[in-house]
Each structure stands twice: as C-alpha cells, then as structure tokens.
C-alpha cells in the first residue's frame, strides 16, 4: 500500500515555473514506477509524464516536452515535476500515481497505476 501526496499547485502567470512534489509513504518507493498526469475543466485525465523505478528512464506528453522535467529522489521518497515555461492550456489538477516497477519503462496508460494523489491545482493565467 502506498500513500501519495502532492504539493507545490498554486497560480502562476504564463511564461512562469513551479515545481510540483509527491510525498510516498512506504519503505517500497523504490521499487514503484511513477506518473503525472493531469485533468483540465471540462477534459479527461492525460498522461503528463512517467519515470522509471530507477528513475533512468522518463516519457513525456509531445505537449511538455521540453518545457517539463520529471525526476525522482528514492532516498526522500518524492517524486517531482519541475513545470517550465508555463502556458494556460496547462492549468489542471495534477495527479501523481504509482505502479509496481514492472514493466521497466515508462508508462503512459493510467490503468496500469494503482495508487493515486488527491491531485494539487496549478492554475496558469495569461
């Protein structure tokens, strides 16, 4: 069982940055994959980001690439989503989730993630 907590949501103006952390509970965080996605007003949830058990490997959304970095720190049991160059189709609930550590890639498809955040607010205004 593993227990996910997001912080770092807030409002931020276009062009702007935050950085998005999940706290795990667990001594297992290690051994889990990890994701963000996201669910904007009005859409379904989206695949924003995955990173690997080991974090050596990451994917990304083509509409992040670039502008968004994934990583994870196993010793605090935190994963984190440093958000870049901020736009307003970005503001969402942000979700992270967690899955076990196989298959040993990333991983878009949310049904594969078993355990969810309660999601944290970024909103991006223009």
């Known amino acids: 069982q593993v227990q996910l907590v997001e912080s770092g949501g807030g409002l931020v103006q276009a062009g702007g940055s935050l950085r998005l952390s999940c706290a795990a509970s667990g001594r297992t965080f290690s051994t889990y994959g990890m994701g963000w996605f996201r669910r904007a007003p009005g859409k379904e949830r989206e695949f924003v980001a995955a990173i690997t058990a080991s974090g050596g490997s990451t994917d990304y959304a083509d509409s992040v690439k670039g502008r968004f970095t994934i990583s994870r720190d196993n010793a605090k049991n935190t994963v984190y989503l440093q958000m870049n160059s901020l736009k307003p189709e970005d503001t969402a609930v942000y979700y992270c989730?967690?899955?076990?550590?196989?298959?040993?890639?990333?991983?878009?498809?949310?049904?594969?993630?078993?355990?969810w955040g309660q999601g944290t607010q970024v909103t991006v205004s223009s």
């Open positions: 989730a967690a899955r076990g550590s196989y298959p040993d890639y990333p991983i878009r498809r949310s049904p594969m993630y078993s355990y």
